[in-house]
């Protein structure tokens, strides 16, 4: 009882042809703000081939991939100076999925295409007054 198709939404992306597109989460260094390791910067490919592919493995530290999520969970875990950046990758990249995430995912390869604009303040991750000018 209780295929992983059933609680994990994100299963869906092991069904979608050709390219996708999730997101990246940065800090102000263009790393992970958890983990680090990799810096991310638009136009780069990258690559970890032996991302882990099971499915019961959230994302403990040392646990190795590419971390990708949904915007809600970056938009969750966003401070001031983290970007959002959009990966683009395809179903057969993808490592693990795990059973009842809440958002994140991992890859074994992405493009790092693009970033995300947000307007913090209108998204209420920051007071107006609190906003760099």
Known sequence: ???????TPLRI??????????????NERNVG???GGI?????????VPDADTDETKDCPPGTPG????DLPWCLKE????YR?????FTAKDIAAIPIGTDGKFRVHRCKIVGEKVID??????VRKDEAKV
Request: aromatic share 14%.
């Open 39 to 47: 810096e991310y910067k638009v136009g780069n490919d990258y690559s």
């Open 33 to 35: 703000p958890f983990n």
């Open 1 to 7: 009882k209780g295929l992983p198709t059933e609680f």
């Open 66 to 69: 590419i971390y990708l999520a």
């Open 120 to 125: 913090p303040v209108a998204l209420g991750l």
């Open 84 to 88: 959002i950046l959009i990966a683009e």
């Open 13 to 26: 992306l092991l069904e979608q042809p050709g390219p996708i597109r999730a997101y990246r989460l940065v």
């Open 78 to 81: 966003w401070k001031p100076g």
